[in-house]
């Protein structure tokens, strides 16, 4: 199969989040929209209504650049609503941004995206605190990419709505190709394997090359890719910084300043450990998971379908793309749901809590087509000790809908979309 497709796989996929940026942006004065390079924060906000009439200013440009240090507030003169894009470059922007909201009285909206998670830099929240509200951008979700409406999987499971799933037909969706690939907007018309991988490899060196530079100084870019790979073999796994500065060579400090960057430009996030004091010894330590499976696929050597299959990788690596919906689905609650796992000392572990207010989902992801009574006994311990938990949901790779509990039931992972 060629390269060459249609203007219609090029066309503008509706993405879930832009309903959230319109309500937001009704009581927040400024926006704040975060998401690794290539996740469609930009297309998003060119295609959307209304901000595809705002005016739109990227700092990838050398000349707004120097203008955004020079004299910023001449990049929203004759306008009170605008989008700043790739804002990271310039911090010192956002003084101005506050200056504006501050003095103009409800009158001005600011969207400020970038490739960096601006959470996370100090300069933002400084400037920013009580005045914006935060967004992540994931990559495409299954459901977007096949242009489906936001899913209220989540908002159903919390309610304990699990009989609904029951009467659910759909077309089954099979996981490997779409882990493979992953969920990058631009890889959607790519059907050659070659030019999937071709495309990853730029990335990387884009990624390496000059985001990273524009954040931090990196001592040693080939010791950055060799731990950016070392991670990806650990998909899924409690982070041990030892046991990777052992593994890599990397001194522990450096390590930990790496992995810091690399959540710092949204390319992975440390899931916490679900924490409430009950009666069982808990681990502490967070969890690494990338923000798509296709690039932890491609880190991790994957290089055809075939290896990805036969790896022992594969099971973290479902559980990426598993994370990467329920991260996207968690935001699309108000307030947003919080993402945890549990695991007790003795080793027992439920992969995804998820916490919303007082109500709590426990989750469990088997990269089986044909998930088992025995596949639930964690989920069973967590209803022990939770018993408040609304929901326990194992998320398979087959079709088959299955209640294996009176709280429990097996889901298809396409549901998730």
């Given at each position: 199969m060629n390269d060459i497709y249609s203007i219609?796989?090029?066309?503008?996929?509706?993405?879930?989040?832009?309903?959230?940026?319109?309500?937001?942006?009704?009581?927040?004065?400024v926006i704040v929209l975060s998401g690794a390079?290539?996740?469609?924060?930009?297309?998003?906000?060119l295609n959307e209504e209304p901000f595809k009439n705002w005016r739109y200013v990227s700092l990838d440009d050398f000349n707004v650049l120097y203008q955004s240090k020079k004299d910023p507030e001449s990049l929203w003169a004759g306008t009170n609503t605008v989008i700043?894009?790739?804002?990271q470059k310039s911090p010192q922007l956002l003084d101005a941004v506050k200056s504006t909201v501050d003095t103009a009285k409800n009158r001005c909206r600011f969207i400020l995206s970038g490739s960096a998670n601006l959470l996370l830099m100090e300069k933002v929240s400084e400037s920013l605190a009580g005045r914006a509200a935060y967004f992540s951008l994931s990559p495409m979700t299954i459901g977007e990419l096949n242009g489906n409406p936001p899913n209220n999987i989540l908002r159903n499971l919390f309610n304990g709505n699990l009989s609904d799933f029951e009467k659910?037909?759909?077309?089954?969706?099979?996981?490997?190709?779409?882990m493979w690939k992953g969920f990058m907007p631009t890889l959607i018309p790519y059907s050659e394997n070659n030019s999937v991988l071709r495309w990853w490899e730029g990335y990387i060196s884009t990624y390496l090359e000059r985001d990273l530079r524009q954040l931090s100084q990196i001592d040693s870019l080939p010791d950055f890719r060799r731990l950016m790979s070392a991670l990806a073999l650990r998909c899924g796994q409690m982070l041990n910084q030892s046991e990777v500065s052992r593994d890599t060579g990397i001194t522990q400090p450096t390590v930990h300043r790496y992995i810091n960057l690399l959540e710092t430009t949204c390319m992975l996030n440390r899931l916490p450990a679900f924490s409430i004091n009950r009666t069982k010894r808990l681990i502490k330590s967070p969890k690494i998971m990338w923000n798509d499976p296709g690039l932890v696929t491609f880190l991790a050597g994957h290089y055809t379908i075939d290896s990805l299959e036969s790896s022992r990788e594969i099971g973290g690596i479902y559980e990426t793309m598993i994370y990467l919906h329920l991260h996207t689905l968690s935001q699309?609650?108000?307030?947003?749901?919080?993402l945890y796992y549990w695991r007790t000392s003795t080793g027992k572990e439920v992969d995804f809590v998820v916490e919303w207010g007082r109500k709590l989902l426990a989750i469990e992801v088997k990269f089986t087509s044909r998930p088992k009574y025995s596949d639930i006994e964690n989920i069973k311990m967590f209803l022990d000790e939770y018993p408040e938990t609304s929901a326990g949901i194992l998320f398979h790779t087959g079709t088959e809908v299955k209640r294996l509990h009176e709280k429990i039931i097996a889901l298809p992972w396409y549901f998730l979309g």
């Amino acid at each position: 199969m060629n390269d060459i497709y249609s203007i219609n796989e090029l066309k503008y996929r509706p993405r879930w989040f832009a309903s959230l940026l319109r309500e937001s942006i009704k009581d927040h004065p400024v926006i704040v929209l975060s998401g690794a390079r290539q996740v469609g924060k930009s297309t998003l906000l060119l295609n959307e209504e209304p901000f595809k009439n705002w005016r739109y200013v990227s700092l990838d440009d050398f000349n707004v650049l120097y203008q955004s240090k020079k004299d910023p507030e001449s990049l929203w003169a004759g306008t009170n609503t605008v989008i700043l894009d790739e804002v990271q470059k310039s911090p010192q922007l956002l003084d101005a941004v506050k200056s504006t909201v501050d003095t103009a009285k409800n009158r001005c909206r600011f969207i400020l995206s970038g490739s960096a998670n601006l959470l996370l830099m100090e300069k933002v929240s400084e400037s920013l605190a009580g005045r914006a509200a935060y967004f992540s951008l994931s990559p495409m979700t299954i459901g977007e990419l096949n242009g489906n409406p936001p899913n209220n999987i989540l908002r159903n499971l919390f309610n304990g709505n699990l009989s609904d799933f029951e009467k659910d037909v759909s077309e089954p969706v099979l996981p490997l190709e779409k882990m493979w690939k992953g969920f990058m907007p631009t890889l959607i018309p790519y059907s050659e394997n070659n030019s999937v991988l071709r495309w990853w490899e730029g990335y990387i060196s884009t990624y390496l090359e000059r985001d990273l530079r524009q954040l931090s100084q990196i001592d040693s870019l080939p010791d950055f890719r060799r731990l950016m790979s070392a991670l990806a073999l650990r998909c899924g796994q409690m982070l041990n910084q030892s046991e990777v500065s052992r593994d890599t060579g990397i001194t522990q400090p450096t390590v930990h300043r790496y992995i810091n960057l690399l959540e710092t430009t949204c390319m992975l996030n440390r899931l916490p450990a679900f924490s409430i004091n009950r009666t069982k010894r808990l681990i502490k330590s967070p969890k690494i998971m990338w923000n798509d499976p296709g690039l932890v696929t491609f880190l991790a050597g994957h290089y055809t379908i075939d290896s990805l299959e036969s790896s022992r990788e594969i099971g973290g690596i479902y559980e990426t793309m598993i994370y990467l919906h329920l991260h996207t689905l968690s935001q699309l609650l108000v307030p947003s749901a919080h993402l945890y796992y549990w695991r007790t000392s003795t080793g027992k572990e439920v992969d995804f809590v998820v916490e919303w207010g007082r109500k709590l989902l426990a989750i469990e992801v088997k990269f089986t087509s044909r998930p088992k009574y025995s596949d639930i006994e964690n989920i069973k311990m967590f209803l022990d000790e939770y018993p408040e938990t609304s929901a326990g949901i194992l998320f398979h790779t087959g079709t088959e809908v299955k209640r294996l509990h009176e709280k429990i039931i097996a889901l298809p992972w396409y549901f998730l979309g």
